[in-house]
């Protein structure tokens, strides 16, 4: 099964997502297939805190890839809008 979900990177006290398109059965961290863009919520200033390839984001949907919990939140508060997939 095909996941969107956050892949942790950054350093120490200072966490950096990915959001990436991955084999739900690979690491957390590991091999993914497509990157979307990324989250941080450590971001101060006028640093951008998110950024997500929406068109792809959608693609990836239709195929059937299934959003994790935290992604869909984040999505939904960033206003994010995308057509779901049709129940079949």
């Not at 997502?17 to 200033?45: M, S, T």
């Not at 959003?67 to 999505?75: E, G, N, P, Q, T």
């Amino acid at each position: 099964m095909v996941v969107i979900r956050l892949a942790l990177g950054g350093s120490k006290k200072r966490p950096f997502y990915h959001i990436v398109v991955a084999d739900k059965r690979n690491a957390r961290g590991g091999r993914y297939i497509e990157r979307l863009g990324f989250f941080n919520p450590v971001a101060k200033g006028n640093a951008v805190r998110f950024e997500l390839n929406s068109e792809r984001l959608e693609h990836w949907v239709a195929l059937g890839a299934q959003m994790s919990d935290r992604v869909r939140s984040i999505v939904a508060k960033e206003k994010v809008v995308i057509k779901e997939q049709a129940a079949a």
